[in-house]
């Protein structure tokens, strides 16, 4: 019998304002027209650790690995808007923005050092959310001018803990549900 697997991610959430303003920029971005999807805003989260698919028994060791975390809670801010692209033609694929607050990084190095025995440590970890996924956009170099004129509110919000998330890919978009909360001291 084969074992369930679990797509599972590390993660943060966001307060209600940071939606409200994600919600704001989301607007602006729609008068450039693009082919894609923007994230929905009950999805909008910063990943710090991606863990693919494991089985219950990973899930648990994950957990009690989880559990020794103590870092205290602390604040982060909205840092700015940016793309991601890809392909030789450097076509943009991501709106995102970056998420400012070193003990970000300070938690997701604990997060990597806990989980070390069991994944790899993150290489290229980038505080952010993605607002927008782009497949194609005609007029790119507009719409990265027209994205890097918009203007983040520098909204500040406290992070008190993180979670382990599981997602379920759909046809209309993933399905992220809460395994468990971790608080921050």
């Known amino acids: 019998m084969d074992k369930k697997l679990t797509r599972a991610f590390i993660a943060i959430d966001f307060s ?3 939606i409200k ?9 729609k008068n450039k027209p693009f082919t894609g999807k923007f994230t929905e805003l009950g999805n909008l989260h910063l990943t710090l650790k991606f863990l693919g698919e494991i089985d219950d028994e990973k899930l648990e060791k994950i957990k009690e690995k989880l559990d020794q975390i103590k870092i205290d809670r602390f604040n982060a801010n909205l840092g700015e808007l940016g793309i991601f692209h890809v392909g030789k033609l450097k076509a943009p694929k991501i709106a995102w923005i970056k998420i400012n607050g070193k003990e970000i990084w300070t938690l997701q190095k604990e997060i990597d050092e806990k989980l070390k025995e069991l994944f ?6 980038m505080s952010h959310t993605t607002i927008a996924r782009i497949r194609y956009v005609k007029d790119k170099k507009g719409f990265e001018e027209y994205i890097s004129k918009l203007n983040v509110k520098n909204i500040k919000f406290e992070i008190n803990c993180f979670k382990l998330m599981s997602s379920e890919l759909k046809e209309n978009g993933p399905i992220y549900k809460e395994i468990k909360i971790f608080s921050l001291n």
Request: proline share 0%; charged share 45%.
């Open 120 to 125: 790899k440590v993150e290489e290229r970890f």
């Open 16 to 18: 209600d304002s940071v």
């Open 21 to 29: 303003e994600v919600a704001r920029l989301q607007e602006l971005i």
